[in-house]
């Protein structure tokens, strides 16, 4: 048995835990990932947005039309933007792990931790144990029990987002499984590119989180990109000649099919406490499989703290930045703790159009008891979107009559996840509707404007 102050079961977030204020302890960094650094860096957040910007500039001549400019049909080479995407990114993660392994203090497991008591864990051949220890483990694909989706896994025609983006080529025809943030990312990415792009779901409209105008309209534009089969249930996938094909039922009990050559599953994301044979530390998790934590983080069991996806229902690596943060500070100064406030949780979905939204939906918010002022502001309704020619973006701000303050925002267009910053920050620092709109400078003709209007529309008190 290894004894060590700390483990870190983890290399994503977990590992920008370890910095020099833990040069004095010893250290167990643990993870199994195929590459180093967690899934934001290699298979989630970072490449995903670098394949979007491509896929944003792919679709720009048809922007660009609408005000009269006419640009080349645009075209863009999978395999070279792939390779220099993770001709990036792979050094960074190697540079990452290689750093790691020389770490004095720190000592690199790239293997499977699994808890056997309380305070230790099988890694390898070793066991290993620490007073504290911290559980940074993520979260997987989760693969539904569909008939014949294993197969099409075992053909290589089915993939997650953890392969997908490394394919070898273009697929002429991609069908999408899955209506959330993954599959409509990939849906933009892949549509762009040229693949002619089927999405399935279940529900009648895509992001059917969001406030319902923006899953509507985001529901809308993208049909007039994809093919789109909403309220379908998979009723069969087979796999003959390179082709694979979805059977499904509609909800008036008829069934359609879709041909294709290559599957993605984006139907969600599980915690991975369960690999980790976290019951056998006495961690208490929920029924969702979510390891249990109390606002500074700490799990059922003294000295056991988690953080990220594998304790937060968020799934956002700006959360799991901000746990990683509290944890390290209770880690060194449990004296003193620092506390997970309840500060609005902001998302943003990279699609075309961009979707951004933080607090409360519009539905959530009425069905919370509170009396409830909303106002809607098109992008076409000031200069800017005139400029554009703009036709289905939009601003919709939700709030509170009797504080005058905002609940909860809502954009969709572009620069969707930039707009909606200030009205992340007004939420965070409780400021009002009418400072917030008339206590600062908007830039005219910015397309910031469609911020003010849209808290102008509240009419919750102007000022001048
Ligand atoms: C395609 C995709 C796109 C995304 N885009 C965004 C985005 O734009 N913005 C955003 O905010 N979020 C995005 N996310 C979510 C974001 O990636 C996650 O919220 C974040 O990476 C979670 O970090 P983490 O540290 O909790 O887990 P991870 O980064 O997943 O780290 C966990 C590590 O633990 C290792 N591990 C697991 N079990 C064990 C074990 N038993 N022993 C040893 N090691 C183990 C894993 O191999 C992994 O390396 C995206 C996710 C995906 C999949
Ligand atoms: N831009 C971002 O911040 C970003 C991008 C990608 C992923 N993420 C994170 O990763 C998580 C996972 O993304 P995701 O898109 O896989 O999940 P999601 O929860 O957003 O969407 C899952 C989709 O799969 C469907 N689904 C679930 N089970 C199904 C089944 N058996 N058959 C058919 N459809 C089924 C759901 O109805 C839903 O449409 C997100 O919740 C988010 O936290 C964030």
Request: glycine share 10%; with cysteine.
């Amino acid at each position: 048995m290894r004894a060590f102050d700390l483990i870190v079961i983890g290399a994503g977030s977990g590992n920008s835990i370890i910095d020099e204020r833990f040069a004095h302890q010893r250290v167990a960094l643990l993870d199994n990932g195929r590459r180093f650094g967690g899934t934001c860096l290699n298979y989630g957040c970072i490449p995903t947005k670098m394949f979007v910007l491509p896929a944003d500039y792919l679709t720009s001549p048809a922007d660009a039309a609408r005000v009269g400019v006419h640009l080349d049909a645009a075209s863009a080479d999978w395999a070279q933007v792939r390779d220099r995407i993770f001709g990036r990114i792979d050094p960074i993660s190697d540079a990452g792990r290689d750093w790691r392994a020389e770490s004095p203090n720190v000592t690199l497991f790239r293997e499977t931790g699994r808890f056997i008591g309380p305070k230790t864990l099988r890694v390898g051949d070793e066991e290993i144990t620490a007073d504290k220890i911290v559980i940074a483990a993520g979260s997987r694909a989760v693969i539904p029990p569909l008939p014949g989706l294993s197969a099409a896994f075992e053909a290589g025609l089915a993939h997650t987002s953890d392969t997908i983006m490394r394919i070898g080529s273009l697929p002429p025809r991609i069908t999408i499984l899955g209506t959330g943030y993954i599959g409509s990312e990939f849906a933009h990415v892949f549509s762009a590119f040229g693949s002619s792009v089927t999405m399935i779901g279940r529900s009648a409209r895509v992001l059917g989180r969001e406030d319902e105008a923006i899953a509507e309209r985001y529901t809308s534009v993208l049909a007039e990109a994809i093919d789109l089969r909403l309220e379908r249930d998979i009723t069969d996938i087979s796999v003959a000649d390179g082709v694979v094909t979805v059977t499904m039922r509609r909800r008036d009990g008829s069934v359609d099919a879709v041909e294709s050559d290559l599957l993605l599953v984006a139907t969600g994301r599980t915690p991975n406490g369960d690999t980790l044979d976290v019951q056998a530390s006495g961690v208490a998790m929920d029924a969702a499989g979510f390891i249990l934590v109390d606002d500074q983080q700490r799990t059922s069991v003294p000295g056991i703290w988690a953080l990220g996806d594998v304790s937060s229902p968020w799934m956002l690596k700006h959360v799991a930045n901000h746990e990683a943060r509290i944890v390290a500070h209770n880690l060194l100064d449990p004296q003193h703790p620092a506390r997970r406030d309840d500060r609005p949780v902001p998302h943003a979905v990279f699609g075309h159009p961009q979707v951004a939204s933080v607090g409360l939906t519009e539905r959530e918010a009425r069905e919370g008891g509170l009396d409830v002022v909303v106002a809607v502001q098109d992008y076409a309704g000031t200069a800017y979107g005139w400029a554009m020619e703009d036709r289905d973006s939009f601003v919709k701000v939700v709030a509170d009559r009797r504080t005058g303050r905002l609940v909860g925002a809502h954009v969709i267009g572009p620069q969707a996840s930039v707009l909606i910053q200030p009205l992340i920050q007004a939420m965070s620092f409780s400021l009002s509707v009418s400072e917030m709109a008339r206590g600062q400078f908007w830039i005219h003709p910015a397309l910031t404007e469609v911020v003010e209007n849209a808290l102008l529309g509240l009419g919750l008190g102007e000022g001048q």
